[in-house]
């Protein structure tokens, strides 16, 4: 099992930016792919970015296109989702998952066999 760990967000202003991070243990970060979920309050769980194994590969969800950047660094176990132009709509917990089955969509959540606990993201207008 796989453990992780957010750490960042907080509050920003509209157009700025803050940085999330999800550090894993338990197993080494280079044998699974990572994903973005965020929840805001009264709504579904929703895709915001994976990134596969190695790195290679990243996939993003509509509200995080052109804006959100996800990077890993597999030495240090960690993963980063640099988020920037923010805007009050992207207020929400944002949750850091880990190791969906190879061929598996990375958009899907319930693909994800170990989750996060979380972490506040609030956008000021």
């Known amino acids: 099992q796989v453990q992780l760990v957010e750490s960042g967000g907080g509050l920003a202003q509209s157009g700025g930016s803050l940085n999330v991070s999800c550090a894993a243990s338990?197993?080494?970060?280079?044998?699974?792919?990572m994903g973005w979920f965020r929840q805001a309050p009264g709504k579904e769980r929703e895709f915001v970015a994976a990134i596969d194994w190695t790195g290679g590969k990243t996939y993003y969800g509509d509200c995080a296109k052109g804006r959100f950047t996800l990077d890993r660094d597999n030495f240090k176990n960690t993963v980063w989702l640099q988020m920037d132009s923010l805007e009050p709509a992207d207020t929400a917990v944002y949750y850091c998952?880990?190791?969906?089955?190879?061929?598996?969509?990375?958009?899907?959540?319930?693909?994800?066999?170990?989750w996060g606990q979380g972490t506040q993201v609030t956008v000021s207008s």
């Open positions: 338990g197993r080494p970060l280079s044998s699974f792919a």
């Open positions: 998952a880990a190791d969906p089955p190879w061929g598996s969509d990375f958009a899907d959540a319930d693909e994800y066999e170990s």
